[in-house]
């Protein structure tokens, strides 16, 4: 019997060391990518204690391993906990020791250049200047993606292309060519997933336990801790799709077709959803699953940004307008520009869905306008309930601020009262007053303070850098 | 540098089969300490030294390529993470085969319960451009063996058979008693031969 056992061991372990499969190595390019950026990312303040010498090293050895394991209920000992708070103490230690000695060596002089190329990614704060509204941006720069302060002090993420903040502001959603990842606020890599040419990845709203995002043309959901990944949609359009706001478990997602449709889907949904209304005829086909929602295509004008106005509305930005348009498909209102030429841009809608805010760009006088709509309340907040949505809907677009170039993304205050976005061309964030008498403030230099060395690429080029989000 | 992406492409060593090849490589402590201080290069020498073995330990256990590549992944950016807490006493491939590990215990656990999205209209992209892979020669048969063990006992067995640990070794990784370890593998082993019986006599 133990003859037996044995030669079946042996025989067991000579075809595991055998097995061959040859996708261990396509596989080993592509997670490369992810762990080459987790490396690039790493806080400088860790290398530079783990350059700087091994004081703390016991103390923290091993502590907070167990966390990287996700080793979930199997033990987390006990042994971890002193040397977790152990590493705690010498880390604030640390931290402090490095940022005084590396203040000290800028203001010595060039012996401190080294130390000043890390401490030269934390934002310079112009002195008594500061957001006009509480809370924290995300941006984006030719350098990567940075969380910059009220008081403008910033924290350099990343190298990455995108970036994006979960419901609650806990997490950042990134993305980088072949890669989608998600950071805590320092920067630190929490999990990554690599599918070809990632895009437009945003974080359901709510418990935050679903994400969307784009690889090629194809729409995808993963699950909010990286797992789960599927296919939602075969052909969508280049645009960031929109959670529904709502109830944590609510999952419901908008996007944009690529022939200028818009369809809304439950993707947690299997084939069991029925949409309000039957589909009219001549309405766009959904062919998927579990569809809500089918907008009519409107041809030659596609769809720029979409964007949730309550849980029963949806703002649409074409190219040559701005619908509001009802859960069955009716058009409520809309917004045309006064100017021929007129190319839709970026949207965003106030966290209580009363005010929007968009980027338009002329292309005849080449010029850019962030305007501001305000919307009547959604129908769930007036007497009357669901009846309000058949009222008429004025939908207004104000300017709020004019300027050369084009503009980059927009975000809204958490107090819905302030507008911001980049301006290129002025190197300056924008923040505009949503609501009242037109109000403008800006903050300026940003490129030469984010990265002193891409001032000018970022300045003259006009980079993609962009407000991302506004988080309190 | 030279684009890693070309250079991983070389043949990866599977754990037990280049003790001879690893005398005249930096050892795991000197390129940790490297990968420290900054050096890539350094950091890429472990990853190309150890992704084999987190890769198949994840697919023996997930039995998923897709989850495998994911998990192998985490569990070297977990690792990349944390390098500057690292003790460079203590042996890197244990720690990073249990994170790989328990990584994909967790993923085979998630997956009986998960509710997951039906995606029936859109076809699954292939990985990377075209690159899709023909059938592995030999490794469906051991995956579909591998079924009849629960993950943890999946795990144990890889660990023990794959990577050679012995029980101590592996109660120590696992963090689990050796009896734990013991029963696992004695049970993971005699479900398995009763699926592989005819195959391997």
Request: hydrophobic share 40%.
């Given at each position: 019997m133990s003859v037996r056992r044995d030669r079946f061991d042996a025989a067991l372990a000579d075809r595991?060391?055998?097995?061959?499969?040859?996708?261990?190595?396509?596989?080993?390019?592509?997670?490369?990518?992810?762990?080459?950026?987790?490396?690039?990312?790493?806080?400088?303040?860790a290398a530079g204690r783990a350059a700087g010498g091994d004081a703390h090293r016991d103390a923290?050895?091993?502590?907070?391993?167990?966390?990287?394991?996700?080793?979930?209920?199997?033990?987390?000992?006990?042994?971890?906990a002193s040397a977790r708070r152990g590493a705690r103490r010498a880390r604030r230690w640390g931290v402090a020791l490095l940022v005084a000695l590396g203040g000290a060596a800028l203001a010595l002089g060039p012996a401190g250049a080294k130390v000043g190329d890390w401490i030269g990614r934390t934002f310079d704060p112009p002195a008594g200047r500061a957001l006009p509204a509480d809370g924290r941006l995300l941006v984006s720069d030719p350098t990567g993606a940075w969380i910059v302060q009220r008081d403008l002090s910033a924290r350099w993420l990343g190298a990455w292309s995108t970036a994006s903040w979960s419901p609650r502001g806990l997490f950042v959603l990134a993305t980088r060519r072949d890669l989608l990842a998600a950071l805590d606020p320092r920067g630190q890599v929490r999990w990554t997933l690599s599918r070809p040419h990632v895009s437009h990845a945003i974080w359901s709203r709510g418990d935050g336990y679903r994400v969307a995002y784009r690889s090629r043309r194809q729409l995808r959901v993963v699950a909010g801790d990286g797992s789960g990944d599927r296919a939602l949609a075969a052909r969508t359009a280049a645009v960031t799709p929109a959670w529904r706001p709502g109830p944590a478990h609510d999952h419901v997602l908008a996007y944009a077709t690529p022939r200028g449709g818009v369809v809304v889907r439950d993707v947690d949904a299997v084939a069991s959803w029925e949409g309000p209304t039957p589909r009219p005829a001549g309405w766009l086909p959904s062919g998927a699953p579990a569809p809500a929602l089918a907008v009519p295509v409107r041809r030659g004008k596609p769809v720029r940004a979409i964007a949730w106005a309550g849980r029963d509305r949806l703002l649409v930005l074409r190219r040559d307008r701005l619908d509001l348009l009802a859960l069955d498909g009716r058009r409520l209102a809309?917004?045309?520009?006064?100017?021929?030429?007129f190319l839709g841009g970026n949207l965003a809608v106030g966290p209580d869905g009363r005010v929007a805010a968009f980027v338009a760009f002329d292309r005849v006088r080449g010029a850019s306008e962030l305007r501001t709509v305000r919307l009547d309340p959604p129908p769930s907040r007036r007497a009357g309930g669901a009846s309000g949505i058949d009222r008429p809907v004025r939908l207004r677009a104000r300017m709020r601020f004019a300027g050369p170039g084009g503009f980059g993304e927009v975000a809204i205050s958490p107090d819905g009262r302030w507008a911001g976005v980049w301006w290129p061309a002025g190197d300056r964030?924008?923040?505009?007053?949503?609501t009242g008498p037109r109000r403008v403030t800006a903050v300026g230099r940003v490129s030469r303070r984010l990265d002193p060395g891409t001032r000018a690429r970022a300045s003259v080029a006009g980079s993609p850098v962009g407000v991302s989000g506004w988080m309190p | 540098m030279a684009l890693v992406s070309d250079t991983i492409a070389a043949v990866l060593p599977l754990p037990g089969r280049d003790r001879r090849e690893e005398v005249a490589q930096p050892s795991d402590r000197t390129l940790i300490a490297a990968a420290r201080r900054g050096e890539e290069v350094a950091l890429e020498r472990l990853f190309r030294r150890h992704w084999g073995a987190a890769y198949r330990v994840a697919l023996l256990i997930t039995r998923d390529h897709a989850a495998a590549e994911d998990v192998a992944q985490e569990a070297f950016v977990a690792a990349v993470g944390r390098l500057d807490r690292f003790d460079r006493r203590r042996p890197f491939a244990p720690w990073l085969a249990r994170i790989a590990a328990n990584r994909a215990i967790d993923w085979a656990r998630a997956r009986g319960v998960r509710r997951e999205v039906d995606a029936t209209a859109a076809p699954e992209p292939a990985a990377q451009g075209s690159e899709r892979p023909r059938e592995p020669a030999c490794s469906?048969?051991?995956?579909a063996a591998f079924a009849a063990l629960t993950p943890e006992q999946r795990a144990v067995v890889v660990l023990r058979h794959l990577l050679d640990y012995s029980p101590g070794e592996i109660a120590a990784a696992l963090?689990?008693?050796?009896?734990?370890?013991?029963?696992?593998?004695?049970?993971?082993?005699?479900?398995?031969?009763?699926?592989?019986?005819?195959?391997?006599?």
């Open positions: 595991l060391h055998r097995l061959d499969d040859e996708r261990e190595q396509a596989a080993a390019a592509r997670a490369w990518t992810a762990v080459r950026a987790a490396y690039d990312a790493r806080d400088p303040l923290a050895a091993w502590a907070g391993t167990d966390g990287a394991a996700g080793g979930g209920a199997r033990g987390r000992g006990r042994r971890g809309t917004a045309r520009p006064p100017w021929p030429g964030w924008v923040f505009a007053r949503t | 469906e048969e051991l995956l963090e689990l008693p050796r009896g734990t370890v013991n029963s696992r593998l004695r049970r993971g082993l005699d479900a398995l031969a009763r699926e592989l019986r005819e195959e391997m006599g």
